[in-house]
């Protein structure tokens, strides 16, 4: 069984920064994407930005610029590094990794508010 474990979420103010962190474990199978979604209250989960093993990186349009989505090099952690975060970018934020073989798996979620 996967298991994804987040951290580095937290209250930042405007134009603040903050780096969340996604470790997997529990599969030798590597992984087809590995990315970041999030839910703000009374809104739908949205992705953020993934990863995919063909190298590409896929953004959200709100991010425009201010998030860069990585993984590290043995390709089980994957990070979101947010700049200028925006109040509207406060929602908790998920980690999420799938692969056709063993299927699609969720973190438990990490609150990023970002408030004056």
């Known amino acids: 069984q996967v298991q994804l474990v987040e951290s580095g979420g937290g209250l930042v103010q405007p134009g603040g920064s903050l780096r969340l962190s996604c470790a997997a474990s529990g599969t030798s199978t590597s992984f087809t994407s590995m990315g970041w979604y999030r839910q703000a209250p009374g809104k739908q989960r949205e992705l953020v930005a993934r990863f995919l093993d063909t190298g590409t990186a896929n953004y959200a349009n709100f991010v425009q610029g201010r998030f860069r989505i990585s993984r590290g090099n043995a390709k089980d952690t994957v990070y979101l590094q947010m700049d200028s975060l925006k109040p509207e970018d406060t929602a908790v934020y998920y980690c999420?990794?799938?692969?056709?073989?063993?299927?699609?798996?969720w973190g438990q979620g990490t609150q990023v508010t970002v408030s004056s």
């Open positions: 999420n990794v799938q692969n056709p073989l063993i299927g699609t798996f």
